[in-house]
């Protein structure tokens, strides 16, 4: 077993010059990444394996990471593909009955670094003031002025979706003989796949930038477009699509997916200081007057200014900072979420979405016979 014992030898370089030091666990590979910050109190499981994380270092707000392990049915995908995990306190010898392996191990079979005896408070305060920024995880001997360096010159990637969405059309739930509901994969997590299955939906899996006349060939009774990372405008193949298939069938979205919805309708996104990561974030039904608190996994959010000349309408809000975090078009038989309606992790008080975009579907077929 790895001593975990032992001193600092891993440095944390950001672009404002802060430098932290801690000790490796997982995979000891360097890297560049967007450095972010989660205030999930369990969960990490999922987040590690959440391809939204794509290209970014999680920094947990939660002092004590791995101590439950990690659990074969958790997974939100087979490749985890997050940049790095972050923490205060990391444990090496989980204690649950369901693990089967050790956070560390999975994360070093992924080739995915992570740092603990980090002062997490002081990072996330740092990042909370100064907003996400670029950082290095590299040796413990790399001078702070020769990261900087190297962070200056370098330019992130913007191609995230492309990497970690299905390549291929996928069917699941063959046997079901609920709605047909086709899934655009911009990143997708498994529990959002699950969410259709339990309710009895056939789902086809497409990829980001399939056209849109070969997704209308699949004769979906729903459309729906997923989670996934990195700046929506990165993915106008997928913005193209849904702007053509809009109003030909009941269509619904989640995270990334809402804010392509948005940009479809032209509406605008814009990047915030430093995103929305947790599980207890409020936000409120504005048809209800109903609170939910949310799970949430986002860096961009919808320019509610920019709606005012589409046809969406603004449905729910986030009462922490008043940012969208829905939108709807009745006529077109469209609605869409910023956060996580299968709240994994977090909380459930979402997942009624669920229900209501299939109620929708099954109007929309029963107006078709």
């Given amino acids: 077993m790895r001593d975990f014992a032992k001193g600092p030898d891993r440095k944390l370089i950001l672009e404002d010059g802060l430098c932290v030091l801690g000790s490796s666990f997982g995979s000891g590979d360097d890297r560049i990444l967007e450095i972010v910050f989660n205030t999930s109190m369990t969960g990490y499981q999922e987040i590690l394996s959440d391809p939204s994380y794509t290209d970014q270092a999680v920094v947990m707000t939660y002092p004590l990471i791995g101590n439950y392990g990690m659990a074969d049915d958790d997974y939100e995908t087979e490749h985890p593909s997050i940049g790095a995990l972050i923490v205060h306190e990391y444990n090496d010898e989980p204690s649950n009955f369901r693990s089967r392996e050790t956070l560390g191990k999975v994360m070093e079979r992924h080739g995915i670094p992570g740092i603990s005896g980090v002062d997490t408070r002081m990072l996330i305060r740092s990042i909370r003031d100064r907003g996400t920024m670029k950082a290095l995880i590299t040796d413990i001997s790399v001078p702070r002025e020769e990261g900087m360096e190297i962070l200056k010159k370098h ?13 291929e059309i996928c069917v699941k739930g063959q046997g079901n003989e609920g709605p047909h509901i086709v899934m655009i994969d911009c990143g997708m997590k498994k529990s959002l796949v699950t969410s259709f299955l339990i309710r009895g939906c056939r789902v086809t899996i497409v990829p980001y930038d399939l056209e849109p006349a070969k997704i209308s060939a699949l004769r979906p009774d729903g459309l729906f477009i997923s989670n996934g990372p990195g700046d929506p405008a990165d993915v106008p193949e997928t913005v193209a699509a849904v702007r053509k298939l809009i109003g030909s069938v009941p269509m619904m979205g989640v995270c990334l997916g809402h804010q392509i919805i948005s940009l479809a309708y032209g509406a605008r996104t814009y990047k915030l200081k430093f995103g929305h990561r947790g599980g207890n974030h409020p936000v409120k039904d504005i048809r209800t007057g109903k609170i939910e608190i949310t799970s949430q996994n986002h860096s961009y959010a919808v320019d509610a200014s920019s709606i005012k000349n589409t046809p969406l309408e603004v449905t729910h809000l986030n009462l922490l900072d008043g940012t969208v975090e829905g939108v709807a078009c009745e006529k077109d038989c469209v609605m869409s979420v910023q956060y996580h309606p299968e709240s994994a992790p977090g909380p ?22």
């Fill in 348 to 369: 459930e008080d979402s997942r009624y979405l669920f229900d209501r975009f299939l109620a929708a579907v099954d109007k929309s077929r029963s107006d078709l016979r």
């Fill in 155 to 167: 330019e992130m990637r913007t191609d995230a979706v492309s990497r970690v969405s299905t390549r």
